[in-house]
């Protein structure tokens, strides 16, 4: 029982440095299948009773699934935009799908910036990582 729980004990470990290692600066969210990381920088969000408006926000991405999923975790109470599904199509361009909402984001290992807007709410981010 002590041997299983120190392999267990190793495994956590292991994986636990893989992933804060495999997340450095860096990284290019187009070209890794997982990804998480903070930018900073100018954020705001507006809908019909909301207008949030801030130069020094967060947004916490996180690529997840096959690869192709993001999510987008916003500070100053921001709502969060999750599972926007992109597509990769050449080098480091992604191409939204299954939406019909207005979109343009660019993200890379330094910088993102996003225009989204469905139903009435419209999300902006101009951050650097």
Same mark, same amino acid.
């Given at each position: 029982?002590?041997?299983?729980?120190?392999? =267990?004990?190793?495994?956590?470990? =292991?994986?636990?440095?893989?992933?804060?290692?495999?997340?450095?600066?860096?990284?290019?969210?187009?070209?890794?299948?997982?990804?998480?990381? @903070?930018?900073?920088?100018?954020?705001?969000?507006?809908?019909?009773?909301?207008?949030?408006?801030?130069?020094?926000?967060?947004?916490?991405? @996180?690529?997840?699934?096959?690869?192709?999923?993001?999510?987008?975790?916003?500070?100053?109470?921001?709502?969060?935009?999750?599972?926007?599904?992109?597509?990769?199509?050449?080098?480091?361009?992604?191409?939204?799908?299954?939406?019909?909402?207005?979109?343009?984001?660019?993200?890379?290992?330094?910088? =993102?910036?996003? =225009?989204?807007?469905?139903?009435?709410?419209?999300?902006?981010?101009?951050? @650097?990582?």
């Amino acid at each position: 029982m002590k041997n299983v729980l120190k392999i =267990l004990g190793v495994f956590v470990l =292991l994986f636990t440095v893989t992933s804060i290692t495999s997340c450095r600066s860096d990284d290019d969210p187009a070209d890794n299948d997982f990804f998480a990381g @903070t930018y900073k920088g100018s954020i705001s969000y507006t809908d019909d009773q909301n207008n949030i408006a801030t130069d020094n926000g967060e947004v916490f991405v @996180t690529k997840i699934a096959s690869g192709t999923k993001y999510n987008f975790r916003f500070s100053n109470g921001i709502p969060d935009l999750n599972g926007l599904e992109f597509e990769k199509q050449g080098d480091n361009t992604l191409v939204m799908i299954n939406s019909t909402a207005l979109v343009y984001v660019r993200i890379d290992n330094n910088e =993102l910036k996003m =225009l989204y807007t469905a139903d009435g709410k419209t999300w902006r981010a101009n951050c @650097t990582r």
